[in-house]
């Protein structure tokens, strides 16, 4: 390209004074598109968070043990023979109420029934003969060795005699006290044998839940306390119960112990039912409480001029939808529930309905 002689202008042409235009305008809008982007992220950081908010409030607190049990009468008993032989006859049904000493079933006692008969016969021989002797002995014509001795065989038949008698009463199968019979495993002919429980007979009247109790919580016990049940037989029912009585050993390989739990004569529980339980320690009228989805890792977020405060907490009872605060907090304080994950100290927070 030529040099321009000094002094004299060269017009652009019109090409390039549209290129300058154009280089100017995308400038502009990159300044323009750089500002948008800042004053975007300005106002992404500066905008406040979206949050729901609980007020603490008053109510009762209830510190409680959880145990898991099941209903069973409170007096009942598995009856079994203690001699083996053929039933002879069954002489109840189960659901019958039956009284204490009443036979349920009766065994085939005929061989037991003739050694009776024959030691009664053996005794009443032993008995003639000691007569007979003390009669010589008391003429003179007998010596006192020959009446001691026949005196010692007497006692000796007799007692046999009475012991044989008596076990034929281990032939009959009786009901140790007063109740109703829940179940019957017995049938004419067949074969009892020892301690296979032919009959179960229980109280109806009175019931009770059977609570294994963490080792752990065994020092917080006492018998008296009041309980709770609940039962996935009646969704929604509680039913009231109290300690009755604590095990004094627990189980070294479970690591439980047990307690019983007495229920009210008309509980509509029923046994053989499985049952949850709350066994209520102490109860605090007046107790600072917050929904439990406010706390986070044992922290919350408390609510003070429109920021998020971080604020560290001493809890005690805890539950699934309600948590007692005993420090950091006072009646009538805005916490945060269920905290954002980005959500930091300091935070300003929008409250949502």
Excluded: H
């Excluded at 060795?145 to 038949?157: P, V």
């Excluded at 009959?199 to 008296?224: I, Q």
């Amino acid at each position: 390209m030529a040099d321009r002689p000094p002094g004299k202008a060269v017009s652009a042409s019109p090409e390039a004074l549209r290129a300058r235009r154009r280089r100017s305008w995308v400038s502009v809008l990159l300044v323009l598109v750089a500002a948008a982007a800042a004053a975007s992220a300005v106002w992404v950081l500066l905008r406040p968070t979206p949050v729901q908010v609980a007020t603490v409030s008053s109510g009762e607190a209830v510190d409680a043990v959880y145990a898991s049990g099941v209903v069973e009468y409170v007096r009942q008993a598995r009856i079994a023979p203690v001699v083996t032989a053929p039933i002879r006859a069954v002489l109840v049904e189960e659901g019958q109420t039956v009284r204490a000493g009443q036979t349920l079933a009766q065994l085939d006692d005929g061989p037991q029934e003739a050694t009776a008969l024959q030691l009664e016969a053996q005794a009443g021989l032993a008995r003639a003969a000691a007569r007979r002797t003390a009669r010589l002995y008391a003429a003179g014509f007998a010596a006192r060795a020959a009446d001691e001795d026949a005196r010692s065989q007497l006692a000796a038949a007799t007692q046999a005699a009475r012991s044989a008698r008596a076990r034929l009463e281990d032939y009959r199968i009786k009901a140790p006290f007063s109740g109703r019979v829940l179940r019957r495993d017995a049938e004419p002919g067949d074969l009892a044998t020892v301690g296979k429980a032919l009959f179960v007979v229980a109280v109806p009247s009175a019931l009770r839940v059977t609570a294994d109790v963490d080792e752990r919580d065994m020092g917080r016990l006492r018998t008296g306390q009041e309980a709770v049940i609940r039962c996935d037989a009646f969704p929604g029912q509680v039913f009231p119960a109290r300690i009755s009585d604590i095990t004094p050993q627990g189980d070294a390989t479970s690591r439980v112990f047990r307690a019983r739990l007495a229920l009210a004569p008309d509980t509509a529980l029923r046994p053989g039912m499985t049952v949850e339980a709350n066994l209520v320690v102490a109860r605090r009228p007046q107790a600072l409480l917050i929904p439990t989805s406010a706390l986070k890792d044992g922290a919350l977020f408390r609510v003070r001029d429109g920021r998020a405060q971080s604020q560290s907490v001493r809890t005690g009872v805890q539950g699934a939808q309600r948590t007692e605060i005993l420090e950091g907090l006072k009646a009538g304080d805005r916490v945060v529930l269920a905290p954002p994950a980005d959500l930091k100290d300091g935070d300003r927070i929008a409250v949502r309905p």
